[in-house]
């Protein structure tokens, strides 16, 4: 084990993959920040060619806001020669063989000199098309390993998955790898081979009704969300991790693999600096609604709690478990990387915060004027949800239908607007609803290890690398660094 993290990037070669994905960048601009002696990174990423990878490199990830801070350090043009040294950015996907490196010297290039390879490549759309989800999800982290295999100096795979592989499971949630073969109801047993089969053979019949690529679309998000059901898993997203999970632990063989599996994702608690993120994630999108004045109403259980965890924590615990583990033939670790465990926050907190953090700060409409946020309700089962949708809404949507089919020229666009926005509300809300509803804690034994072993090769340098929950003042985070950072980069950009 090297004697601190900082020493371990020291000369490493680093593929990542899933860049310009938010967590990735995170992870990149922590590297060339704290190790401007890494050797090399070469970041993955789709585009038509290497020139276009490079260009798409500068636009979305160097030229964030993220960088501010190392910019600042050492200067544009410096930063640049930093860049141009230590940096490579490659088009590829891996969704297919050698990640879609076409260049046979690149690839044996890499292949020489990669050290560690990280993984965060994904979709997380939670109903995302089943071909789309197994491509990507499922088969692309053995594309990823089977590429590491070849990589003669490979000290380690980190794959980074997500704490919700474990779908609605309710109570202590161990840090358990997958047999291959699992389902989560017990029904059966999932055959991986299988499932890409349903999808190819559905895939061929939709294709030979000539039906038009919307409704492809929606067949493969609908097979999809279905196999996973049958399974135990709340929905494609999960669903396809899970396998991958499977295919990762079964064709390993000696390589080392970590799986760190956060939970829900949040923006940067204090590296580089607090409050950067990127897109509505998860509950973002309800805090957001809320202070618009947009969310009268939401399905959640108050006492359910919430794993939010720091993004930047998450790219500390990725570098002090690739510090430890590397080299470690045969072994694989399962890492949860959130909160609930030991500094829990509850649905309700989290609104009570938010509207404390909107009456004191309130957004603006269009017409200039403030926005009153109201305390809103908040219930607690799906048949109450329901209830509440159908005497709120629907009832007089079948007015306004009736109306329409009366007086077909009169008030039917508003008819069919209003219908076209419950049904999308309801989608949303039953997509959504295992995580608001969610009864499960996730365990973070080996995780404590891993932050006790931090401090024993950190040293003076523990803060650099913290993940530990305990340190967040939940009320400071939400109203000072979380919800100030949504306005600044999601709202105003």
């Not at 499977?246 to 204090?270: A, Y």
């Not at 809320?290 to 965890?309: M, Q, T």
């Not at 089962?381 to 005497?391: H, K, R």
């Amino acid at each position: 084990m090297e004697s601190n993290c900082i020493q371990f990037l020291q000369n490493k070669t680093i593929l990542v993959t899933g860049v310009p994905g938010f967590l990735a960048k995170v992870f990149v601009e922590k590297i060339l920040r704290i190790q401007p002696n890494v050797k090399k990174l070469f970041l993955l990423l789709r585009a038509a060619d290497n020139e276009s990878a490079m260009q798409r490199f500068h636009s979305e990830v160097l030229e964030k806001d993220l960088f501010r801070v190392l910019r600042n350090a050492l200067g544009d043009e410096n930063l640049r020669a930093l860049v141009s040294e230590k940096v490579v950015p490659i088009q590829g996907d891996i969704s297919v063989d050698n990640l879609g490196v076409k260049d046979s010297d690149l690839l044996q290039h890499m292949w020489n000199e990669i050290d560690i390879i990280v993984n965060v490549a994904a979709t997380t759309n939670f109903d995302e098309r089943y071909d789309v989800g197994l491509s990507i999800n499922t088969f692309g982290p053995l594309n990823v390993l089977n590429f590491a295999k070849k990589c003669v100096k490979g000290q380690l795979l980190l794959h980074v998955s997500t704490a919700y592989v474990c779908g609605e499971k309710s109570g202590l949630l161990q840090e358990k790898t997958f047999q291959m073969g699992e389902t989560l109801n017990g029904h059966g047993k999932l055959v991986i081979e299988t499932e890409v089969e349903l999808m190819k053979q559905k895939l061929k019949e939709l294709q030979k009704q000539d039906c038009s690529e919307e409704e492809i679309s929606q067949s493969m998000k609908d097979l999809g969300m279905s196999r996973a059901k049958l399974h135990g898993w709340p929905n494609t997203y999960v669903f396809t991790k899970s396998m991958g999970e499977m295919l990762l632990g079964n064709h390993r063989e000696n390589l080392p693999i970590v799986i760190i599996r956060p939970t829900m994702i949040t923006s940067t608690f204090s590296e580089p600096f607090p409050g950067w993120i990127e897109g509505l994630r998860t509950i973002d999108s309800v805090i957001v609604a809320y202070g618009k004045g947009r969310l009268k109403c939401f399905l959640a259980d108050p006492n359910s709690v919430l794993d939010l965890i720091p993004v930047d924590m998450v790219a500390n615990a990725m570098v002090t478990a690739a510090a430890i583990h590397a080299g470690k033939l045969g072994s694989q670790t399962v890492y949860h990387v959130g909160s609930s465990c030991k500094n829990p926050i509850t649905f309700e907190r989290i609104h009570d915060l938010a509207a404390r953090y909107f009456t004191k700060n309130p957004l603006v409409g269009r017409d200039g004027s403030s926005i009153i946020v109201s305390k809103g309700t908040i219930l607690s089962t799906m048949a109450q949800f329901s209830f509440y949708m159908t005497l709120r809404y629907k009832l007089p949507l079948q007015m306004l239908r009736v109306i329409y089919v009366i007086y077909p020229w009169w008030g039917g666009n508003k008819y069919k607007d209003i219908d076209r926005k419950i049904k999308l509300a309801m989608r949303l809300v039953d997509l959504y609803r295992p995580y608001v509803l969610f009864k499960g804690i996730f365990d973070d034994t080996n995780t404590e290890i891993l932050r006790l072993k931090r401090k024993e090769i950190n040293e003076e340098m523990y803060g650099l690398f913290d993940f530990d929950p305990m340190s967040i003042d939940w009320d400071n985070y939400m109203t000072t660094i979380h919800i100030p950072g949504l306005i600044t980069y999601v709202l105003k950009q």
